[in-house]
């Protein structure tokens, strides 16, 4: 396997990496130095050490690790075992805090504690040699031959491992992303065909969010070792991040042929039923595990979703109620609740969630989760300083998390508008595949677009899907592995002119072919992505006769609603002020340029409009479509087809103006993203 074969991009565009914990490098030589004073013995020295830089990094892992370790070999084992408590508040994913536990607990001669340390050890991190060899002998010195022989096994199964793979897969088990790749990123340069390398590397591009590439890396295993049954499954999930449910459903097919009562890969195959619009067959999936473990947190949340998706709101409430209770601290439950819209939090959940994001143990993920939920909740009983506050940290703790830049999109906007003008367009006119069955409906999240849907997918003739990813995987397969030329400039949309009618025809008839698997029959459907307003010009290439509506929404309106949106993937430019403001801006410039390049090819529907006149829009829209008016069309909030997005409870409902300005009871907090939208804003009240 060559180097350019093993080079995972970054999840975002800027390629900059930090450590697991944010570390600089004298940071870094300190911690080297304290190692080095352990395996030395200097264990006083190591322990005056690492509290002094805890005064200066206080909560700081690998120093509290060390300073545990210190401590236990000073024969301080009840300060050790405080320390490690402390640790797990913290950081309750890092393995090496529940070994060292162990070691605390055999010093203690307390074999029974010492065998739970070591056993939560190997869950978090099954590439721990000592604590598998700790386990085989407390088990043996307790007469438990077979579970000592189970952990021989793996201790054996280890040694058997290139020492890389086994460092490496300590470290991503244990978060830290960028010393495990770099690890086996080198060892991959001298053994390109081991699989247990390919698919460790895989699963760091899995949690970078870079699932081309694991996916690619992934199916390379399972066609070399394809009774390697981890591998396989890691290859499911990665196509369900692809959005490939069909062909995820045929890799677990074979998994659950030989483990038949597995559970993940049982809950994964509901999941990827829901993802392919399978929801009742989804659904009795997962309640058929729920059966066996009733109290489980994140199987009610699934029934939960996919009741959301289909309608049954009252059945969804009191899914999302049994996993809070399964686990109080569940912050996505807090939050689906609320993203319901129509939900109205009571003042005893309202204390809890409150009480929830002061706990300092609370995990970030959880704490945005109920921040947002805080701030929806607060926002419908008119406390709109307490609700924008919340809103503002859980905006703040979610940006921290992701690495998302604004100036690729704004590069790639620019490129599709010197490339894709008008004169490139009509000099490839007739190119394309024919077909006319597509409607996209194309703008920004929280813009309407979803209602728009709904009205359509009310209509006789027309699909409603969902989000389909079919162009930007296109997008993706187009530019390569190798998103940028070797004078540095990114190859799409520039390599449009390289394509030729022939090509053009072949991509738009099997985007057409490629979506059939959501279509029921009915000669027109619905592609919702928003963000295919990026790639307005490839679609007119491959799809002349499609019709494109864009979805608008006023800017300040349309920007903090998505401010106030927690989304479950992607969508990363909405978390900050300026982000989303120059986001917006790009957005209606490039739609500026379609408009220019593409002359009556896209109809826009303002959101306001819609609201004010319902019917003489949707005749427009029809119209615009080719498509015959039908009443059903204004009753769209009748229509039962499932709708994943946000707004999917909204749309069940008759249109209400009250929703057109509900930002301008956040106005006073508003100021930066009206002075960042410009002209945009509107005039100032």
């Known amino acids: 396997m060559t180097d350019r074969a093993l080079g995972l991009r970054d999840g975002a565009e800027d ?20 190692r080095g004073l352990l395996e030395r ?113 793996h201790v054996a199964t280890l040694s058997r491992l290139p020492q890389a793979v086994v ?167 807090y939050w689906s609740l609320a993203n319901l819209k129509t939900y109205r939090f009571t003042d005893e959940e309202i204390r809890q969630m409150r009480a929830l994001e002061d706990d300092p143990s609370l995990s970030r993920e959880d704490r945005y989760h109920v921040c947002f939920a805080l701030g929806k909740a607060l926002e419908d009983r008119g406390n709109y300083g307490d609700s924008f506050r919340y809103y503002e940290t859980g905006n703040s703790l979610k940006k921290a998390e992701l690495r998302f830049r604004i100036e690729p999109i704004e590069r790639n906007a620019r490129l599709q508008g010197q490339v894709c003008t008008r004169e490139f367009l009509e000099a490839r006119r007739g190119w394309g595949c024919e077909r006319d ?75 057409v072919a490629d979506t059939m698997i959501y279509r029921t029959g009915k000669p027109r459907f619905i592609d919702k992505m928003p963000n295919n307003f990026r790639h307005l010009g490839l679609i007119h290439l491959i799809l002349p006769n499609a019709r494109i509506i864009d979805a608008r929404r006023e800017a300040m309106a349309c920007c903090f609603s998505n401010f106030k949106q927690l989304f479950a993937n992607g969508q990363e430019f909405t978390y900050g002020i300026d982000d989303i403001a120059r986001y917006y801006r790009s957005y209606v410039e490039l739609m500026e340029h379609w408009d220019a390049a593409l002359p009556g090819k896209i109809l826009r529907i303002q959101h306001e409009e819609i609201v004010e006149d319902l019917e003489g829009n949707v005749r427009r829209m029809l119209e615009f479509c080719g498509l015959e008016f039908e009443p059903v069309c204004l009753e769209f909030y009748k229509n039962e087809r499932s709708v994943r997005t946000a707004s999917s409870e909204q749309v069940r409902r008759p249109i209400f103006k009250d929703g057109v300005e509900q930002w301008k009871r956040f106005e006073p907090w508003l100021e930066p993203l009206r002075a960042a939208l410009g002209p945009l804003a509107g005039p100032s009240p």
């Not at 699989?195 to 969010?209: D, H, S």
Request: contains cysteine.
């Open 15 to 34: 390629g900059a990496t930090i450590s697991a914990d944010g570390e600089t490098p004298p940071l870094d030589a300190e911690l080297a130095a304290l």
């Open 41 to 153: 013995g200097r264990h006083a020295e190591a322990l005056a050490r690492a509290e002094a830089l805890l005064t200066r990094e206080p909560g700081h892992r690998d120093l509290q690790y060390v300073a545990a370790v210190a401590l236990r070999y000073l024969g301080r084992v009840a300060d050790a075992l405080a320390v490690l408590g402390d640790l797990e508040r913290r950081h309750p994913g890092f393995s090496r805090l529940y070994q060292e536990r162990g070691h605390c607990h055999v010093a203690l001669r307390d074999a029974e504690s010492a065998i739970k340390a070591f056993l939560t050890a190997v869950h978090v991190n099954p590439a721990l040699p000592a604590s598998w060899s700790s386990l085989k002998l407390l088990y043996r010195m307790l007469g438990q031959t077979a579970n000592s022989d189970n952990a021989a096994a």
């Open 167 to 333: 460092t490496a897969t300590a470290l991503f088990s244990d978060g830290d992303l960028d010393p495990a790749e770099a690890i086996i990123r080198q060892f991959l340069l001298q053994h390109g065909d081991d699989v247990e390398g390919m698919r460790l590397l895989a699963r760091i591009g899995m949690k970078r969010k870079v699932y081309d590439d694991a996916e690619l890396l992934l199916g390379t295993v399972v066609a070399t070792a394809p009774d390697y049954r981890a591998a396989r499954y890691d290859y499911a999930l990665a196509l369900i991040e692809r959005q490939k449910h069909a062909e995820a459903i045929e890799q677990l097919e074979r998994l659950l042929a030989g483990e038949p009562t597995n559970r993940a890969y049982r809950i994964t195959y509901a999941t990827a039923c829901v993802g392919l619009g399978r929801h009742e067959e989804g659904l009795r999936r997962y309640r058929e595990v729920l059966e066996q473990e009733p109290r489980a947190p994140d199987l009610q949340l699934s029934v939960a979703h996919a009741l959301k998706t289909i309608g049954r709101q009252a059945e969804a409430v009191d899914s999302y109620h049994k996993a809070i209770e399964a686990r109080p601290g569940f912050g996505e439950a």
């Open 437 to 511: 069955d597509p409607i996209f409906v194309v703008g920004l999240p929280r813009s309407g677009s979803t209602l728009l849907e709904q009205i359509l997918a009310s209509h006789s003739r027309v699909e409603g899907t969902m989000e389909l990813p079919n162009i930007l995987r296109l997008v993706g397969e187009l530019q390569g592995r190798e998103t940028m030329t070797a004078a540095g400039a990114p190859r799409y949309p520039a390599l449009l002119a390289d394509l030729d009618a022939e090509e053009f025809r072949r991509l738009g008839a099997r985007y």
